[in-house]
């Protein structure tokens, strides 16, 4: 049984009477899981319409120009032949991508005509249902953000964004390699997203739920949110959350799927700074080691490595050619014991604004 087979998934669900579904850090299982929770009316991420758009790239781009949303100028098209029909409506550079893979699969930035047929053709072999976007492509000012949220009732009660990374020598520029917290964003920059989250969350009528939410901000100054998904992040990210805040997304989604009190989730700080870094191999080949400098050793809270000496290891193409994880505590955290001194004229402000922003936890709304 595919995932992506709702009818499939619902027959499987009625048979063992489940109490609730959900997908958790993979999109192709969200759409089949809002099918099962509407049609067994079980607790749910939203309304099921409202679920397929989310997961819909071209869909999603359409509802938020609609709505009056910053979105990229895109278009979709189901085969090759009248994606190359008329070249002339495409300005670069572009980004092509299937409209429901996961995983930044299937995705290429185009910079000049001679290459938009092969990025077409990559799209194509990437897609489920055999439909790519083509779509403007917005240079970032800072990083991209790739990071978890929760709402409930509809009513986003924890906000995260980060400051996702890529490797440039990577077999896809576009897969995440490393993401780090606080993000590089300015603390007006993150309310004005998180106000516009919060708007597109209301003309959804989405409920209780985990969203992982890619954000960015355009050279034009502009904030945009580029994808929204009722899951929570691969990568682990929700853990490094948890790290970083004390804030357990992954219970509270468990919890809300099956119906039960999802606890205390509110807004709390980054508890110092934090990264996560995605190992992986820019070539295939065979696994022969990892070696951690001293110096980085000190700051990993937790290493994770999933292949051993002598396994065969993938080019980094997508998320599912990593092979391992390690995350990070950069700095101050919780309960560490620091100094502070200061000389000078203004000697006890400076020491004063120090502390408010170590006891803050490095909010935002003390940077």
């Known amino acids: 049984m595919s995932i992506v087979d709702k ?7 009625r048979e063992k009477e489940i109490d609730g579904i959900m997908s958790f850090g993979v999109d192709p299982g969200v759409v089949a899981a809002s099918y099962v929770q509407n049609k067994m009316s079980l607790p749910s991420f939203g309304p099921y319409e409202s679920v397929e758009i989310l997961q ?25 032949e009248d994606a190359l029909s008329d070249l002339a409506i495409f300005s670069y550079p572009l980004i092509v991508k299937p409209t429901d893979s996961a995983g930044s699969k299937g995705v ?14 990559h799209a194509f072999a990437h897609s489920i249902k055999n439909k790519i976007i083509v779509e403007q492509f917005i240079e970032k000012k800072g990083c991209s953000s790739d990071s978890d949220c929760f709402s409930i009732d509809g009513e986003l009660k924890f906000v995260s964004f980060s400051a996702q990374r890529f490797d440039e020598y990577a077999a896809s520029a576009f897969v995440p390699a490393a993401y780090s917290w606080p993000s590089t964003m300015s603390m007006q920059q993150e309310s004005e997203l998180s106000l516009e ?20 901000i355009g050279m034009d100054g502009k904030a945009y949110i580029m994808e929204v998904s009722p899951r929570g992040g691969g990568n682990r990210l929700s853990e490094v959350i948890r790290y970083a805040t004390g804030v357990d997304l992954i219970t509270a989604a468990v919890c809300a799927s099956v119906g039960d009190a999802v606890g205390e989730i509110e807004q709390k700080p980054y ?3 934090w990264a996560e870094v995605v190992l992986h191999a820019d070539n295939a080949g065979c696994f022969m080691g990892l070696e951690i400098s001293k110096d980085l050793s000190a700051e990993i809270v937790e290493e ?48 004063n604004a120090l502390v408010e922003l170590v006891e803050s936890g490095f909010s935002e709304e003390t940077r």
């Open 304 to 351: 994770d490595l999933w292949v051993k000496v002598g396994d065969e290891v993938e080019s980094f193409e997508g998320a599912n050619n990593a092979i391992g994880m390690l995350i990070l505590s950069l700095g101050i955290i919780g309960g560490t014991q620091i100094k502070i001194i200061a000389d000078g004229a203004d000697e006890q402000a400076a020491v």
């Open 197 to 216: 989250l919060q708007r597109l969350l209301n003309l959804l009528n989405m409920n209780t739920s985990v969203y992982n939410i890619e954000t960015r």
């Open 56 to 80: 819909n790239k071209d869909k999603f781009r359409e509802f938020l120009a609609i709505h009056g949303f910053n979105v990229p100028w895109s278009l979709a098209f189901s085969s090759l």
């Open 108 to 121: 290429t930035r185009v910079d000049k005509e001679e290459n938009l047929k092969e990025a077409l053709l």
């Open 7 to 13: 009818e499939a998934v619902l027959k499987v669900a």
């Open 271 to 273: 508890q110092g700074y």
